[in-house]
């Protein structure tokens, strides 16, 4: 047989029937699910059929993107069927629209969650939605999520995870893979339907609590899992203005709060490098 990109034995295909039984029920928060070979960005396409009046809780799979995208238009490459490349739509009506900020968190709280429970690696969160696991003693960046506007009431939130990636395949040092972290297995069906169902509580939990971080349980939570809170950090902010200082909390909108100089600054927005050494 004639080797090609899709004959990689260890990484199988999804098996969208049986994730769509598993996924879609008629009690369930999820109300479809498509998996599709290959597409540009499932952010950018489940974001369109959100503007054509696609229903909340839609998801999009893809086994490989052409055109993923992280924060501050970074791209996201990783070979076919080697990851979880998905994204979903969430309409939060009756959330104020303020406290929408958490969703991205609340997607890093439900993926860690799941990704630990179901995959056996400890996975740390970076503000704001970093997905970080040990590779050789030192923090990798594992996965990664973006949050982008629907229209007027929808989100949809992309999630990428690097699962079975070689060291040879990572796109830059800095990246790792479950698989390099030592996940007791690298079958993707069922980390797919773990994240996915600690999604749709964690969600359900926030907004049924108005979008409340604290009633919800979502700043607690994740604070606990956040790597970069008590670290000295330089968050560089758009526009070209930086601050640095120590990471001291998240505040009641999802901002990281950097201590420096005596005074704190909210940070809402901007790309945030831990520091080895004090400041």
């Known amino acids: 047989m004639t080797s090609n990109r899709w004959s990689d034995l260890d990484r199988p295909p999804l098996n969208a029937a049986a994730l769509q039984r598993a996924i879609v029920t008629p009690d369930g928060f999820w109300t479809e699910l498509t998996v599709v070979e290959r597409t540009g960005s499932t952010n950018s396409d489940l974001?369109?059929?959100?503007?054509?009046?696609?229903?909340?809780?839609?998801?999009?799979?893809?086994?490989?993107?052409?055109?993923?995208?992280?924060?501050?238009?970074?791209?996201?490459?990783?070979?076919?069927?080697?990851?979880?490349?998905?994204?979903?739509?969430?309409?939060?009506?009756?959330?104020?629209?303020?406290?929408?900020?958490w969703l991205p968190l609340l997607a890093g709280v439900a993926t860690a969650t799941a990704v630990s429970r179901a995959g056996g690696v400890d996975t740390g969160l970076k503000w704001p939605n970093d997905l970080l696991v040990t590779?050789?003693?030192?923090?990798?960046?594992?996965?990664?999520?973006?949050?982008?506007?629907?229209?007027?009431?929808?989100?949809?939130?992309?999630?990428?995870?690097?699962?079975?990636?070689?060291?040879?395949?990572?796109?830059?040092p800095a990246a790792g893979s479950?698989?390099?972290?030592?996940?007791?297995?690298?079958?993707?069906?069922?980390?797919?339907?773990?994240?996915?169902?600690?999604?749709?509580?964690?969600?359900?939990?926030?907004r049924t609590a108005g979008g409340d971080p604290e009633a919800s349980r979502l700043r607690p939570v994740y604070a606990a899992g956040c790597v970069t809170l008590g670290r000295a950090v330089r968050a560089e902010l758009p526009g070209g203005d930086a601050v640095t200082g120590t990471a001291v909390t998240v505040d009641d909108d999802g901002r990281l709060v950097i201590s420096s100089g005596g005074a704190e600054r909210a940070v809402g927005a901007g790309d945030v490098v831990h520091l080895r050494n004090d400041v």
Request: charged content about 30%; proline content about 5%.
């Open 47 to 101: 974001a369109a059929r959100a503007k054509a009046g696609a229903a909340e809780g839609a998801v999009l799979v893809a086994e490989e993107q052409s055109a993923g995208r992280g924060r501050l238009d970074r791209q996201w490459t990783a070979p076919p069927r080697s990851g979880l490349f998905f994204s979903v739509l969430l309409r939060p009506s009756g959330v104020p629209v303020e406290r929408w900020g």
């Open 135 to 172: 590779v050789d003693g030192e923090e990798r960046k594992t996965g990664g999520i973006l949050a982008e506007r629907a229209g007027d009431d929808g989100v949809v939130i992309g999630i990428g995870l690097n699962v079975s990636l070689r060291e040879d395949e990572l796109p830059v």
């Open 178 to 206: 479950l698989a390099l972290a030592g996940a007791k297995g690298t079958d993707r069906d069922p980390l797919l339907r773990a994240v996915l169902r600690s999604l749709a509580d964690w969600y359900g939990e926030w």
